[in-house]
């Protein structure tokens, strides 16, 4: 029997992202997101929601850009401090050792140390409540060659920071079966 629990934010885990900006005097910020994620296939887009208290949400907002980028594993540490302080206070990319690279393709930095990184354009803005949702056209991927395997992402190369329950940081489990396949076996044709 199911319990009514009320409105939740009830769907954990989801991937920790590292979006990238500058702020409005142009200096490199970099916040971790959990409240994002893959939102279109054709053209490729992103979001990230932001609340506007943060650094990140002005630099959305002056440069119409962001790069979103996936932090491996052995950066969980970096991921965690990039969410616990603000750029307000913080030179974050300089205190976390993380460099700071501008994308060629949009007014946003990139931690250069994390293997895949989505370079975004803002192309709509939502105001949800808490938290304002930036979906950006992603106009390139990069993607360190060690994460690739016959020239494509190869996610558990990519070893990503999985943000999940009790507020813990994960790693990507086992596969269990594979999509768009196991399915299958519960066709009904007719006559059967
Ligand atoms: C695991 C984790 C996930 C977070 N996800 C979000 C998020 O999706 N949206 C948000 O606005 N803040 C999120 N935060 C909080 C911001 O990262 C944090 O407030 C940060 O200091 C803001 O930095 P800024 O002011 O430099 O932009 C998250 C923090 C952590 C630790």
New binding site residues.
């Given amino acids: 029997m199911k319990v009514s629990l009320g409105p939740k934010c009830a769907a954990l885990p989801l991937p ?1 992202f590292l979006v990238g ?1 500058y702020d409005g005097n142009g200096n490199p ?8 994620g893959i939102l279109s296939s054709d053209p490729p887009a992103a979001g ?4 506007p ?5 002005d ?1 959305i907002s002056a440069n119409k850009a962001f790069t979103v980028s996936v932090p491996s594993i052995p950066l969980v540490a970096e ?2 401090y ?7 206070q ?1 030179n ?1 990319f300089g205190e976390s050792y993380l460099t700071p690279v501008p994308s060629t393709l949009v007014k946003a930095p990139y931690p250069d140390e994390c293997p895949l990184v989505m370079e975004c354009r803002l192309h709509k803005t939502l105001e949800l409540g808490s ?1 304002v949702l930036f979906v950006g056209h992603i106009l390139n991927v990069l993607a360190e060659e060690t994460v690739l395997t016959d020239g494509e992402i190869d996610t558990l190369k990519t070893n990503p920071v999985v ?1 999940g329950p009790d ?1 813990g ?1 994960f790693s990507l489990g086992e596969k269990v079966a594979k999509a768009f396949s196991v399915g299958k076996k519960l066709f009904r044709g007719r006559g059967e």
């Fill in positions: 920790a900006t910020n970099v916040m971790t997101a959990a409240w994002g990230v929601s932001v609340r208290t943060r650094l990140t949400f630099g991921t965690d990039c969410g616990i302080v603000s750029g307000y913080h974050k938290h943000y507020q940081y």
